[in-house]
């Protein structure tokens, strides 16, 4: 069985006076594209932010590559192999396509690769050549969204975390998205996919959890999720 990267037992997370997670379990393996779904305020992005560092925990544990990563920000993370594309996207807007691509690159330091990898960034999204110029902050959404993947993947991570990367999109970006996910996982990138699209998120996923009211109430292929009755009425309106 392949190596367990994300292991997360028990976990809580509160703001504001309010239990946001309640005592949540899951784990993505090695080479997994994993897909949590849920409605909007299920506790997903919380989920995702308590992984990452940025929210504390209330209890609970959550292992990478075995071991404990509580307490650790996201800079410590991305140094283990661990990056994560925010809901929002949290581009740099005051700085080019190019200085952005780079950011993800600051813990490198092979020149000849990381060159490599703008090339390679540039060639899933031709649009980020053309504009490598142009100050992120007068992008279209979308185009911020393929900045923030490509950012996050010239980190050359082992485990990528997408939160809601097809909000707010218009059909041909998400559409796009969800191409470069399903390519990103092929070149052998584990993935963790947060996502509220949930049929175009379980038809990739290997496994899928869905959270509801901070719980999961469900796990399983990404296909038997798909084809369940309780997640299509609920879900996909059906």
Do not use: C, H
Not at 5 to 30: C, H, N, P, T
Not at 124 to 140: C, N, V, W, Y
């Amino acid at each position: 069985m392949a190596q367990t990267l994300l292991k997360v037992s028990g976990l809580q997370v509160a703001y504001g006076g309010i239990q946001a997670v309640k005592g949540v379990d899951f784990e993505v393996r090695e080479g997994e594209l994993v897909s949590l779904i849920g409605s909007n305020g299920a506790g997903k992005t919380t989920t995702m932010k308590a992984i990452t560092g940025t929210l504390p925990l209330a209890g609970g544990t959550i292992e990478y590559l075995g071991k404990s990563i509580k307490g650790q920000g996201p800079w410590d993370l991305v140094k283990q192999g661990l990056a994560m594309v925010p809901e929002g996207r949290g581009v740099f807007t005051r700085m080019t396509i190019a200085e952005n691509l780079l950011m993800g690159a600051y813990i490198r330091r092979d020149k000849a690769g990381i060159g490599e990898d703008m090339e390679r960034i540039f060639a899933i999204f031709p649009r980020l050549r053309e504009r490598k110029d142009q100050l992120a902050g007068t992008m279209s959404g979308g185009e911020q969204q393929m900045l923030a993947m490509g950012r996050a993947l010239m980190s050359r991570p082992k485990l990528l975390l997408l939160d809601e990367p097809s909000m707010g999109l218009s059909p041909i970006m998400v559409d796009k998205v969800f191409e470069v996910v399903r390519d990103v996982y092929a070149q052998g990138v584990t993935v963790l996919l947060v996502e509220q699209n949930a049929s175009r998120a379980l038809a990739l996923a290997d496994r899928g959890y869905v959270m509801e009211s901070g719980l999961i109430t469900m796990a399983g292929t990404g296909k038997d999720l798909l084809a369940d009755s309780r997640v299509r009425a609920a879900y996909l309106g059906e």
